[in-house]
T-cell receptor, first 112, second 112 residues
Framework: DVKVTQSSRYLVKRTGEKVFLECVQD?????MFWYRQDPGLGLRLIYF???????EKGDIPEGYSVSREKKERFSLILESASTNQTSMYLC???????????FGNGTRLTVT | RKEVEQDPGPFNVPEGATVAFNCTYS??????FFWYRQDCRKEPKLLMS???SGNEDGRFTAQLNRASQYISLLIRDSKLSDSATYLC?????????????FGTGTRLLVSP
């Protein structure tokens, strides 16, 4: 069974801090994604990666960057956290882009 | 027009009822379709893929209507444990990559 692990379940950070959200998957999937989920807006894609060191912007990349140095790990970076980045962050992976996504259990980030 | 639209609900039904949700999509080139289930404050989990010929898994039936550009989910004999938010997901090819678009979800509440 695919396991996608996000490093933190809950995180509280201050405005202006640099924040790292880590995601690891154990199924050798090439494709990994970062989403944020907000009430009434659904899941919105921030960035995705289809291979090591490759990344593509999603729908809302502003204020975020990503790193994929190893196939199993995809990191989301908030360069300077702001209160409007308070959200639930979900990492996902999939073997093929037309296959279902496997999600991590999410990181609920609060920026104060 | 949104790429994927769902009635947010909530749909309030008694145990044992049959309930159906629709999800409309705007891009006729959409290729793959899925239903996910999301419990409160948890990550989305794949419920079922939606095939052109329709598919059934126990009490759940999913159908695709390409002509009218919608997918549906039918739940028979509703259980209390079916209470959740149901997300539809549509994929389409976008600038060389498959893009997954999530609906904002339909909330189902099953009462005793």
């Amino acid at each position: 069974d695919v396991k996608v692990t996000q490093s933190s379940r809950y995180l509280v950070k201050r405005t202006g801090e640099k924040v790292f959200l880590e995601c690891v998957q154990d199924m050798d999937h090439e494709n990994m994604f970062w989403y944020r989920q907000d009430p009434g807006l659904g899941l919105r894609l921030i960035y995705f990666s289809y291979d090591v060191k490759m990344k593509e912007k999603g729908d809302i990349p502003e204020g975020y960057s990503v790193s994929r140095e190893k196939k199993e790990r995809f990191s989301l970076i908030l360069e300077s956290a702001s209160t409007n980045q308070t959200s639930m962050y979900l990492c996902a992976s999939t073997e093929q882009l037309n296959s279902p996504l496997h999600f991590g259990n999410g990181t609920r980030l609060t920026v104060t | 027009r949104k790429e994927v639209e769902q009635d947010p609900g909530p749909f309030n039904v008694p145990e044992g009822a049959t309930v159906a949700f629709n999800c409309t999509y705007s891009n006729s080139a959409s290729q793959s379709f899925f239903w996910y289930r999301q419990d409160c404050r948890k990550e989305p989990k794949l419920l079922m893929s939606v095939y052109s010929s329709g598919n059934e898994d126990g009490r759940f039936t999913a159908q695709l209507n390409r002509a009218s550009q919608y997918i549906s989910l039918l739940i028979r004999d509703s259980k209390l444990s079916d209470s959740a938010t149901y997300l539809c997901v549509v994929t389409l090819l976008n600038t060389g990559f498959q893009k997954l678009v999530f609906g904002t979800g339909t909330r189902l509440l099953v009462s005793p």
